[in-house]
């Protein structure tokens, strides 16, 4: 089928493909304003299918809805706004509203959409209604990577060989080796797949991996599991979705960390581990930045267990949304590469992640969608003043700023010391509010001893 995707947000237009795309096999032209619409299906003749915005600049929905209308083209609309049809007279002759997908609930309103699609195509049967063909691909794709975490493989795992032809490459209960995984990288192969039925089951025995990991006597610091463990999880929300299994692994996890960086008096050693772990960045940013903020959080009166725990939470989840696990966050905003596109979003992407757990802590989301706000407005997503940021957050901003110095630092191999690092993150701008008590607190802090 061939549809046409009408709005002037392109994240929604992809959002959109994406889930279309996930469940039938379709084509996809595009539009970002009522008028653009207009003029795309006055040179297509063959749109079987127009999903679109209402509020758009030049040319609403309802421009496109009446144009359909007063032309006789038949076909079928689905409303996708955060408004519904009743609320426009335009659609009280609802002759072509097929359906309506309420914004931000994209996903269900696809669904219904194939439904009430498959119904019509069904009745026009005798016209020439394209029929959907639906993507039953029965497989989802697993990061390579996660696989030698596991001691045995819970399912089959496939190759995909041609379009309709899949080759078995491992059986239930083999082993994924370091070789296997060296094999695979070099003829850059990154992904293999998994029955989708079989999903559940490698997600589970990730989450029992991780837990032995904190166990076992493997010959690994403490120091060093805490950093593998986090980058497992990261590579398991990255490619299977954050799930409550992966949540309740996280808790314990979080738990461990907590304990290692009550151990560790002495940040060096940690700092040297940081360092020193193969993971990727996501993973030495995250890790360093729960251990300062718990640091800096000691300093402070609001020193809790339930706060330290939601800061060690944050900063294990707070760049999930990034999907590329080696961009470093001080990159200047014209240098960053389209797979990091998000970037604006990533803080709200990944509140929106945590939000739907209830096993997470409260505030924790606000604090991971305020952590790229500066207290002098400037800021994203919202621009927020330093009153406006709640006080967790503030402390979790200023230590977020000083693990980007330190990384900045190490990379222009620089003595580390709590001066250069002053002076890297411009302490005039915290003088206000919490971060005043924040600034005092890191000026306390030991880090470097
Ligand atoms: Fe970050
Ligand atoms: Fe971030």
Same mark, same amino acid.
């Given at each position: 089928? $061939?549809?046409?995707?009408?709005?002037?947000?392109?994240?929604?237009?992809?959002?959109?493909?994406?889930?279309?795309?996930?469940?039938?096999e379709a084509e996809f032209l595009y539009a970002e304003t009522g008028n653009q619409a207009i003029k795309v299906i006055g040179e297509n003749s063959d749109i079987d299918l127009i999903v679109c915005d209402y509020n758009m600049p030049d040319g609403n929905g309802g421009d496109v809805y009446k144009h359909l209308l007063d032309n006789n083209i038949d076909i079928p609309y689905v409303m996708c706004s955060?408004?519904?049809?009743?609320?426009?007279?335009?659609?009280?002759?609802?002759?072509?509203?097929?359906?309506?997908?309420?914004?931000?609930?994209?996903?269900?309103?696809?669904?219904?959409?194939? $439904? $009430?699609?498959?119904?019509?195509?069904?009745k026009t049967e005798d016209k020439e209604t394209t029929k959907m063909s639906r993507n039953d691909s029965e497989y989802s794709m697993i990061n390579i990577v996660m696989l030698k975490n596991l001691t045995s493989l819970p399912a089959d795992i496939f190759i995909k060989v041609s379009e309709d032809k899949f080759l078995k490459v491992y059986n239930k209960d083999a082993s994924f080796t370091q070789e296997?995984?060296?094999?695979?990288?070099?003829k850059n192969i990154k992904k293999l797949l998994v029955k989708k039925n079989d999903a559940k089951s490698f997600v589970d025995s990730i989450c029992g991996q991780i837990e032995s990991m904190i166990e076992e006597a493997n010959g690994k610091s403490n120091e060093e599991k805490v950093l593998d463990i986090h980058s497992v999880i990261m590579e398991t929300v990255s490619t299977l979705g954050l799930s409550k299994e992966i949540v309740r692994a996280t808790e314990k996890s979080v738990e461990f960390a907590m304990e290692v960086f009550k151990e560790n008096k002495e940040f060096k050693g940690l700092y040297k581990h940081i360092f020193g772990h193969q993971g990727k960045y996501i993973t030495k940013h995250s890790i360093a930045l729960a251990y300062v903020s718990c640091g800096l959080l000691?300093?402070?009166?609001? +020193?809790?267990?339930?706060?330290?725990n939601k800061l060690t939470i944050a900063s294990f989840f707070h760049d999930a949304a990034i999907?590329?696990? +080696?961009? +470093?966050?001080?990159?200047?905003? +014209?240098?960053?590469?389209?797979?990091?596109?998000?970037?604006?979003?990533?803080?709200?992407?990944?509140?929106?992640?945590? $939000?739907?757990?209830?096993?997470?802590?409260p505030d924790v989301d606000r604090i991971i969608l305020e952590h790229h706000e500066k207290p002098d407005g400037t800021g994203f997503p919202k621009g927020l003043g330093a009153s406006q940021i709640s006080p967790l957050g503030s402390l979790f901003i200023v230590a977020h700023a000083v693990?980007?110095?330190?990384?900045?630092l190490e990379d222009q191999q620089e003595k580390l010391n709590m001066e250069g690092v002053l002076d890297c993150i411009n302490v005039e701008i915290y003088s206000q509010g919490n971060f005043k008590k924040v600034i005092g607190a890191l000026k306390e802090l030991n880090l470097f001893a």
């Amino acid at each position: 089928v $061939k549809i046409l995707l009408v709005d002037d947000e392109k994240d929604i237009a992809e959002i959109l493909t994406f889930t279309f795309e996930s469940e039938v096999e379709a084509e996809f032209l595009y539009a970002e304003t009522g008028n653009q619409a207009i003029k795309v299906i006055g040179e297509n003749s063959d749109i079987d299918l127009i999903v679109c915005d209402y509020n758009m600049p030049d040319g609403n929905g309802g421009d496109v809805y009446k144009h359909l209308l007063d032309n006789n083209i038949d076909i079928p609309y689905v409303m996708c706004s955060s408004d519904q049809p009743q609320d426009h007279n335009v659609f009280s002759n609802d002759k072509l509203l097929l359906s309506n997908i309420v914004k931000p609930d994209i996903f269900s309103g696809v669904e219904e959409t194939l $439904k $009430k699609y498959e119904e019509y195509s069904h009745k026009t049967e005798d016209k020439e209604t394209t029929k959907m063909s639906r993507n039953d691909s029965e497989y989802s794709m697993i990061n390579i990577v996660m696989l030698k975490n596991l001691t045995s493989l819970p399912a089959d795992i496939f190759i995909k060989v041609s379009e309709d032809k899949f080759l078995k490459v491992y059986n239930k209960d083999a082993s994924f080796t370091q070789e296997d995984e060296d094999k695979y990288l070099q003829k850059n192969i990154k992904k293999l797949l998994v029955k989708k039925n079989d999903a559940k089951s490698f997600v589970d025995s990730i989450c029992g991996q991780i837990e032995s990991m904190i166990e076992e006597a493997n010959g690994k610091s403490n120091e060093e599991k805490v950093l593998d463990i986090h980058s497992v999880i990261m590579e398991t929300v990255s490619t299977l979705g954050l799930s409550k299994e992966i949540v309740r692994a996280t808790e314990k996890s979080v738990e461990f960390a907590m304990e290692v960086f009550k151990e560790n008096k002495e940040f060096k050693g940690l700092y040297k581990h940081i360092f020193g772990h193969q993971g990727k960045y996501i993973t030495k940013h995250s890790i360093a930045l729960a251990y300062v903020s718990c640091g800096l959080l000691r300093q402070l009166p609001w +020193d809790t267990f339930e706060n330290r725990n939601k800061l060690t939470i944050a900063s294990f989840f707070h760049d999930a949304a990034i999907k590329v696990p +080696d961009f +470093d966050e001080g990159t200047d905003f +014209d240098e960053i590469p389209d797979s990091v596109k998000n970037f604006k979003d990533h803080p709200g992407e990944a509140a929106e992640l945590i $939000k739907k757990f209830k096993e997470i802590p409260p505030d924790v989301d606000r604090i991971i969608l305020e952590h790229h706000e500066k207290p002098d407005g400037t800021g994203f997503p919202k621009g927020l003043g330093a009153s406006q940021i709640s006080p967790l957050g503030s402390l979790f901003i200023v230590a977020h700023a000083v693990i980007e110095c330190m990384f900045q630092l190490e990379d222009q191999q620089e003595k580390l010391n709590m001066e250069g690092v002053l002076d890297c993150i411009n302490v005039e701008i915290y003088s206000q509010g919490n971060f005043k008590k924040v600034i005092g607190a890191l000026k306390e802090l030991n880090l470097f001893a």
